[in-house]
């Protein structure tokens, strides 16, 4: 007799990793299917960017995993939005005591369990060997060793690392005896301990102790290149280590003052049930297994996770690993990252006043407290939600009156070309339009639509006008504040204008110099003034980034040459905003010039001689020959060129990330920081697009009734 055929459980498992913990995890997953054929299980590696809207946007749906590897500070926007699922009583509650401390706990929300902990992550004291012995116990001693190496070598450091980034301040907060949020996740940050941990960091920076406006790639090659003995940062940092380096690692130093070490945040990687998972049971067996201290092994001696099993632990060659010695003592002295929606918002506002701290543009009680107004502010209620009844009555009136409008022309239009016997025209632009139908036209549409609702952990609620009503009258700030539609508007507009005037002076002029026949080798110069414009503009606006530095740039470096006072260019607007402006000039000259030569190709020589016989000079010849006749080929060139520049969101986001505190930010970047980084205000962020497309395209009617009258 034949035995029936049992076909395997297929379970989906996906993840971010890459490198060597890809490998070890994946590794991890063949192990299982090797010794289980009943439940086979596939692991899918996705970039870490994207991830987690990918995760909200598949599993409602039943597209996505069975199981997904997730951080746990996004377990609480998760499981608002029906993404994971409490695994009560799928997992026996004395297994969760395998463990470590502290790795558990932040997968609860509400009281429920969301996963089985398999790693955590966080941030220790990185040290070079060759250039201390002992890394300080205190931050007196930190201070004290500081101190005495800006003495003794100018530009070089004991410590570098970013301290403008509110996550690795967190670890100096904590150890104040501070806190984020308080018992009620409401924020707390300008409390005493929060205070005094502000102005010890305030302290290193005014006494040059810190490198200036460092960043992850300043810290790590000043460490690299043995002008840093020590740097903080988590377990991603040991890839980034220069061959032949010699480190050590060790837990961040105690406060002096309070005795306390100091505690960054903690991050748990989670195995998670996703919300529509086809066999929970299967899918916890395969987690509890991952989870499990077989699996941990694997992960820690290959992928060189900090594993969260406590039985890995005890292997020999695990426990005398250094580097996973010291984040597992680290541990003890962490805090985990709030699970809570206001943390969501702590982020922006607490790196602002950071960073005007240790610029000197603010004392620290000042600027942590309006950093709490922001946070307070941003967590509102919602808008009371409306009825779409009478909005959806209006839009329907208005695509009738539009389809109408559109048949009108259409008909006119056809009589034009001679009628309905002349349909080739139209078949040939059927292609082009039906693309721009799926790939602007329905898009824009959505968006638009999204600007009416009010988004919340992946539920949205019909607000109408609302989010327009809120930009218009700039309810989130006063008209002078940064964060202000009229403010921001008025940065982008005069952006615009610089921007396009030393776009057509500069393009202008340089065309002009290569017309002359006189000039040798014009070839090798065209070629040269297009190479900006040809290299990609988020990779010229990170050269130009890292010109700008106020420390390590060329710029500054140049202005030391010539005895002059450098200069913190993002610490100003109007530094900050030249830098932008200087960068996007260097990228726009180009195409301005490439126009202006091929309208200059097409002006007859005989006019520039005919007035030159009669008497003008070189001047006049440009002013009433050259120049009108350039008029109709440029404007719509600086049309083209005002669109792309109003919208020119990577140098901003890039050169200045809008600072300071905002103040260079476009409408572009500012829509961008309203739908991913001020709690995910995706129909804010619209209407702000919405309102975008209406300035412009007000903008482009206007400009294409000046070519017309100048045609």
Same mark, same amino acid.
């Given at each position: 007799?034949?035995?029936?055929?049992?076909?395997?459980?297929?379970?989906?498992?996906?993840?971010?990793?890459?490198?060597?913990?890809?490998?070890?995890?994946?590794?991890?997953?063949?192990?299982?299917?090797?010794?289980?054929?009943?439940?086979?299980?596939?692991?899918?590696?996705?970039?870490?960017?994207?991830?987690?809207?990918?995760?909200?946007?598949?599993?409602?749906?039943?597209?996505?995993?069975?199981?997904?590897?997730?951080?746990?500070?996004?377990?609480?926007?998760?499981?608002?939005?029906?993404?994971?699922?409490? $695994?009560? @009583?799928?997992?026996?509650? +004395?297994?969760?005591? &395998?463990?470590?401390?502290?790795? =558990? #706990? /932040? *997968?609860? %929300?509400?009281?429920?369990?969301?996963?089985?902990?398999?790693?955590?992550?966080?941030?220790?004291?990185?040290?070079?060997?060759?250039?201390?012995?002992?890394?300080?116990?205190?931050?007196?001693?930190?201070?004290?060793?500081?101190?005495?190496?800006?003495?003794?070598?100018?530009?070089?450091?004991?410590?570098?690392?970013?301290?403008?980034?509110?996550?690795?301040?967190?670890?100096?907060?904590?150890?104040?005896?501070?806190?984020?949020?308080?018992?009620?996740?409401?924020?707390?940050?300008?409390?005493?301990?929060?205070?005094?941990?502000?102005?010890?960091?305030?302290?290193?920076?005014?006494?040059?102790?810190?490198?200036?406006?460092?960043?992850?790639?300043?810290?790590?090659?000043?460490?690299?290149?043995?002008?840093?003995?020590?740097? $903080?940062? @988590?377990?991603?940092?040991? +890839?980034?280590?220069? &061959?032949?380096?010699?480190?050590? =690692? #060790? /837990? *961040?130093? %105690?406060?002096?003052?309070?005795?306390?070490?100091?505690?960054?945040?903690?991050?748990?990687?989670?195995?998670?049930?996703?919300?529509?998972?086809?066999?929970?049971?299967?899918?916890?067996?395969?987690?509890?297994?991952?989870?499990?201290?077989?699996?941990?092994?694997?992960?820690?001696?290959?992928?060189?996770?900090?594993?969260?099993?406590?039985?890995?632990?005890?292997?020999?060659?695990?426990?005398?690993?250094?580097?996973?010695?010291?984040?597992?003592?680290?541990?003890?002295?962490?805090?985990?990252?709030?699970?809570?929606?206001?943390?969501?918002?702590?982020?922006?506002?607490?790196?602002?006043?950071?960073?005007?701290?240790?610029?000197?543009?603010?004392?620290?009680?000042?600027?942590?407290?309006?950093?709490?107004?922001?946070?307070?502010?941003?967590?509102?209620?919602?808008?009371?939600?409306?009825?779409?009844?009478?909005?959806?009555?209006?839009?329907? *009136?208005?695509?009738?009156?539009?389809?109408?409008?559109?048949?009108?022309?259409?008909?006119?239009?056809?009589?034009?070309?001679?009628?309905?016997?002349?349909?080739?025209?139209?078949?040939?632009?059927?292609?082009?339009?039906?693309?721009?139908?799926?790939?602007?036209?329905?898009?824009?549409?959505?968006?638009?639509?999204?600007?009416?609702?009010?988004?919340?952990?992946?539920?949205?609620?019909?607000?109408?006008?609302?989010?327009?009503?809120?930009?218009?009258?700039?309810?989130?700030?006063?008209?002078?504040?940064?964060?202000?539609?009229?403010?921001?508007?008025?940065?982008?507009?005069?952006?615009?204008?610089?921007?396009?005037?030393?776009?057509?002076?500069?393009?202008?002029?340089?065309?002009?110099?290569?017309?002359?026949?006189?000039?040798?080798?014009?070839?090798?110069?065209?070629?040269?003034?297009?190479?900006?414009?040809?290299?990609?503009?988020?990779?010229?606006? *990170?050269?130009?980034?890292?010109?700008?530095?106020?420390?390590?740039?060329?710029?500054?470096?140049?202005?030391?040459?010539?005895?002059?006072?450098?200069?913190?260019?993002?610490?100003?607007?109007?530094?900050?905003?030249?830098?932008?402006?200087?960068?996007?000039?260097?990228?726009?000259?180009?195409?301005?010039?490439?126009?202006?030569?091929?309208?200059?190709?097409?002006?007859?020589?005989?006019?520039?001689?005919?007035?030159?016989?009669?008497?003008?000079?070189?001047?006049?010849?440009?002013?009433?020959?050259?120049?009108?006749?350039?008029?109709?080929?440029?404007?719509?060139?600086?049309?083209?060129?005002?669109?792309?520049?109003?919208?020119?969101?990577?140098?901003?986001?890039?050169?200045?990330?809008?600072?300071?505190?905002?103040?260079?930010?476009?409408?572009?970047?500012?829509?961008?920081?309203?739908?991913?980084?001020?709690?995910?205000?995706?129909?804010?962020?619209?209407?702000?697009?919405?309102?975008?497309?209406?300035?412009?395209?007000?903008?482009?009617?206007?400009?294409?009734?000046?070519?017309?009258?100048?045609?």
């Amino acid at each position: 007799m034949i035995a029936p055929l049992v076909l395997a459980t297929q379970l989906v498992v996906w993840h971010s990793y890459r490198a060597d913990e890809q490998r070890a995890f994946e590794a991890c997953v063949q192990e299982w299917n090797r010794a289980h054929h009943d439940v086979h299980v596939e692991a899918l590696a996705l970039p870490h960017d994207g991830y987690a809207s990918k995760l909200e946007a598949a599993i409602p749906r039943g597209n996505g995993p069975d199981l997904f590897v997730g951080s746990h500070d996004a377990l609480g926007d998760w499981a608002r939005a029906g993404v994971v699922t409490p $695994i009560e @009583g799928l997992v026996p509650a +004395g297994s969760l005591t &395998q463990f470590l401390d502290g790795t =558990v #706990a /932040p *997968l609860r %929300v509400g009281g429920h369990l969301y996963g089985l902990p398999l790693a955590f992550k966080t941030i220790v004291l990185f040290y070079r060997t060759d250039l201390i012995a002992t890394p300080p116990a205190n931050t007196d001693e930190l201070m004290k060793l500081a101190r005495a190496t800006r003495a003794a070598s100018p530009g070089h450091y004991a410590l570098a690392y970013e301290a403008g980034d509110f996550f690795y301040h967190a670890a100096w907060l904590h150890g104040f005896g501070g806190h984020i949020l308080d018992a009620h996740d409401r924020p707390a940050l300008s409390s005493e301990p929060s205070v005094a941990a502000l102005a010890f960091v305030r302290t290193m920076a005014d006494e040059e102790l810190l490198p200036s406006e460092s960043t992850s790639v300043v810290a790590t090659q000043l460490f690299n290149d043995g002008r840093a003995a020590m740097t $903080i940062k @988590g377990p991603w940092f040991l +890839g980034d280590i220069a &061959q032949g380096v010699p480190f050590g =690692v #060790a /837990p *961040l130093p %105690v406060v002096s003052s309070t005795g306390q070490r100091a505690a960054p945040l903690v991050t748990v990687e989670a195995l998670l049930l996703a919300a529509r998972a086809h066999d929970p049971k299967a899918a916890l067996a395969f987690g509890a297994w991952l989870a499990g201290p077989e699996s941990a092994r694997i992960r820690a001696t290959r992928g060189r996770q900090t594993v969260a099993a406590r039985a890995a632990w005890d292997d020999p060659e695990i426990a005398a690993d250094p580097i996973l010695a010291a984040f597992r003592t680290q541990l003890s002295s962490t805090v985990a990252t709030a699970n809570v929606p206001a943390m969501n918002q702590v982020w922006e506002p607490a790196n602002e006043a950071l960073r005007k701290v240790l610029r000197g543009a603010a004392e620290p009680r000042a600027a942590l407290g309006a950093a709490e107004r922001k946070i307070l502010e941003a967590l509102r209620p919602p808008p009371p939600p409306v009825r779409a009844m009478p909005y959806a009555f209006a839009l329907a *009136l208005a695509g009738v009156g539009a389809a109408i409008w559109t048949l009108r022309r259409g008909r006119a239009r056809l009589a034009a070309v001679g009628g309905p016997g002349h349909g080739a025209p139209w078949a040939y632009l059927a292609p082009a339009a039906t693309a721009m139908l799926v790939l602007v036209f329905v898009p824009f549409v959505v968006g638009a639509g999204m600007s009416l609702f009010w988004h919340d952990a992946g539920h949205w609620t019909f607000i109408g006008l609302r989010n327009f009503t809120d930009i218009l009258s700039s309810r989130d700030a006063p008209i002078t504040d940064p964060l202000s539609f009229y403010f921001t508007l008025a940065v982008t507009a005069l952006w615009t204008v610089a921007n396009v005037t030393l776009h057509v002076v500069i393009g202008v002029t340089l065309a002009l110099l290569l017309r002359d026949p006189m000039l040798r080798l014009r070839g090798v110069y065209r070629v040269l003034l297009i190479v900006p414009w040809a290299v990609p503009n988020y990779i010229t606006a *990170l050269i130009w980034k890292g010109m700008f530095h106020r420390q390590f740039g060329a710029v500054n470096g140049i202005l030391v040459a010539l005895h002059l006072t450098p200069v913190a260019w993002f610490s100003r607007f109007w530094t900050s905003f030249t830098a932008n402006v200087v960068t996007n000039v260097w990228l726009g000259f180009p195409f301005m010039m490439v126009v202006t030569l091929g309208a200059l190709s097409r002006i007859p020589k005989e006019l520039e001689e005919a007035a030159a016989l009669d008497g003008a000079s070189r001047w006049q010849r440009l002013r009433y020959v050259i120049l009108p006749l350039l008029r109709p080929a440029l404007l719509p060139s600086v049309l083209l060129g005002a669109i792309w520049t109003f919208n020119m969101f990577n140098i901003v986001f890039f050169v200045s990330g809008g600072e300071p505190d905002g103040a260079t930010d476009i409408l572009v970047s500012q829509a961008y920081r309203w739908a991913f980084t001020r709690g995910h205000r995706y129909g804010y962020a619209a209407a702000y697009a919405v309102i975008i497309f209406i300035i412009l395209g007000v903008q482009t009617m206007l400009t294409q009734r000046r070519t017309e009258e100048a045609t």
